[in-house]
């Protein structure tokens, strides 16, 4: 006759002296985690970014530069028809969009993010 497999004893710390801690224990420590977590994106999110928006760049003499005055026209190797405009904060571009009126201030339409 094949022999019982003898069973581990179980006690209050567990199997064979293992901790076992309830699954809600261990839960609340993920909970407590994730809401400290979320706090410290809340504060983040609040943190005031420079959003800067490029319209082209081109390369000229200091000459002209120096030549330049009220009414000087820079022409820009940028095309007016579907004309997409960076916007950047800090040196990472993060969206693309075309410039709009907004009331008699200029505004930007994000049309690529």
Do not use: H, W, Y
């Amino acid at each position: 006759m094949p022999e019982k497999e003898k069973q581990p004893e179980k006690t209050e710390e567990g199997t064979m002296g293992q901790d076992v801690s309830s699954p809600l224990e261990g839960n609340k420590k993920s909970i407590d985690d994730i809401m400290n977590k979320v706090k410290n994106i809340e504060r983040v999110l609040d943190v005031n970014v420079e959003v800067r928006v490029e319209i082209g760049e081109l390369k000229v003499k200091l000459k002209e530069v120096l030549d330049l005055q009220n009414g000087s026209i820079i022409e820009l190797e940028k095309s007016v028809e579907n004309a997409l405009f960076d916007l950047q904060v800090g040196e990472k571009v993060v969206a693309q969009g075309e410039v709009v009126t907004v009331g008699e201030n200029l505004g930007i339409r994000i049309v690529k993010k």
